[in-house]
């Protein structure tokens, strides 16, 4: 890290969000540092999507706030690369993977500006290549399998070098292999960049993430977490409204662990 460089990229203070009169999140605190991998988890409507339009400035707090100046803006077009739950690919679209990574570059500074310029080419097919898939990059989008395509989103939100990539559900329509390959990639990808992503997977959550936040419309964070087919059990029949399914979890582990085992 250089003197110039924060250590903490985004910090969250007491956030609140409503929404038509509902609470979606309430005093939220989070401060996500350099070099994390952060997985927030939690149930459906939990407010986890809201969370990351948040940070992204797409939604504004009702109260509270996100103090987002140790991502510096210095290169590229976004501090923030942003990897979308849910997107439909029009099967008539013919866009190729490269056209999609492209796509990256288009920040509203440039909106009026056509074509790319060559170093703008240049930096998708790397960004490909870092995904493994520029082999990939003439081929249409609609023509490549769920975990290419995903690898193409991660490389678009790469295009603009963010220091933070921020992935919502990463891997839902991808294989348990392929998922493997993925989370392998994002693990290397973190030596070098931070990454902020929601996941439903607890094995997948203990095996990548450095740490956890547990999000329903409360935010528990964790420095670190681990699981267990039993453990997963556990979270998806405990009912969490207000309390913190990691606490119910880690209480449970200190349970079940047997007298004079190893306390790790
Ligand atoms: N545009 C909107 N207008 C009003 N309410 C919304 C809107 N988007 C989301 N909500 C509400 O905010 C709450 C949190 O939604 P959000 O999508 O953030 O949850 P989530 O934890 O990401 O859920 P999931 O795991 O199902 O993706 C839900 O009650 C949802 O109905």
Do not use: W
């Amino acid at each position: 890290m250089t003197k110039t460089e924060s250590k903490v990229l985004v910090d969250i203070s007491s956030l609140c969000y409503t929404n038509g009169g509902v609470d979606i999140l309430h005093d939220i605190n989070l401060t996500v540092n350099r070099g994390d991998f952060i997985a927030v988890i939690g149930p459906n409507g939990g407010g986890k999507t809201t969370l990351l339009k948040l940070i992204l400035g797409l939604l504004q707090p009702t109260r509270g706030a996100i103090d987002v100046r140790g991502l510096r803006r210095a290169s590229g077009t976004g501090a923030i690369g942003y990897v979308p739950q849910h997107v439909n690919h029009n099967l008539n679209f013919p866009a190729t993977a490269l056209d999609v990574v492209l796509m990256g570059n288009h920040s509203a500074s440039r909106r009026l500006r056509f074509g790319n310029s060559r170093r703008e080419v240049m930096q998708a097919h790397e960004a490909l290549e870092k995904l493994g898939i520029n082999d990939c990059a003439d081929r249409k989008i609609v023509a490549l399998s769920g975990g290419q395509r995903q690898r193409v989103l991660i490389a678009r939100a790469l295009v603009g070098q963010p220091e933070l990539l921020v992935l919502d559900e990463p891997t839902a329509s991808i294989d348990t292999k392929g998922q493997t390959d993925f989370y392998d990639m994002l693990k290397e990808l973190n030596k070098d960049l931070t990454i902020l992503m929601v996941c439903h997977d607890l094995m997948i959550v203990a095996s990548y993430a450095k740490s956890i936040a547990c999000l329903n419309r409360r935010l528990h964070y964790h420095d670190s977490f681990r699981s267990s087919g039993d453990v997963i059990d556990i979270f998806y029949s405990c009912s969490v409204q207000e309390m913190c399914p990691v606490g119910v979890i880690t209480q449970n582990i200190k349970d079940i662990r047997p007298v004079g085992g190893k306390d790790d």
